[in-house]
């Protein structure tokens, strides 16, 4: 499953960079980027990229689910930044999904590459 952490990796920083890129809706929308809300999505910008450096970790899947809610608790403050959270979570949903199935038909072996 390592090549899954590449995936994980990727999409993390995928995620962050469109994080920060919502900075000026904050800063238009939201009431300026010193204000809490611009604070939230500076640190869950970092946040997910400090997570990249921890993904052999187990926890780290949780850690990311939760990130998603903080952006989809947004929905109810800056629409786009909520929209944003929904749409990552549904990849993470979907990634988790297929980590589990691909991970289950390994123990199966039913693979392509395991029938010989």
């Keep these: 499953m390592k090549s899954f952490r590449g995936v994980m990796a990727g999409t993390l920083i ?12 904050v800063a238009r929308l939201g009431g300026g980027v010193g204000t809490v809300k611009g604070w939230t999505v500076i ?5 997910l990229v400090l997570c990249c ?3 052999r970790r187990s926890w780290i899947v949780p850690v990311i689910l939760a990130l998603q809610v903080v952006l ?3 929905l109810f403050f800056i629409t ?3 929209v944003i959270g929904l749409l990552f979570l ?3 949903l979907w990634a988790l999904w297929l980590r589990r199935e691909v991970a289950r038909r390994m123990a199966a072996g039913t693979l392509p ?4």
């Design 43 to 47: 640190a869950v910008a970092v946040a």
């Design 80 to 82: 786009a930044i909520g």
């Design 113 to 116: 590459f395991q029938q010989q």
């Design 72 to 74: 989809i608790v947004f």
């Design 14 to 25: 995928l995620e962050a960079i469109t994080v920060g890129l919502a900075l000026p809706v």
């Design 90 to 92: 549904a990849f993470w």
């Design 53 to 55: 450096g921890v993904l």
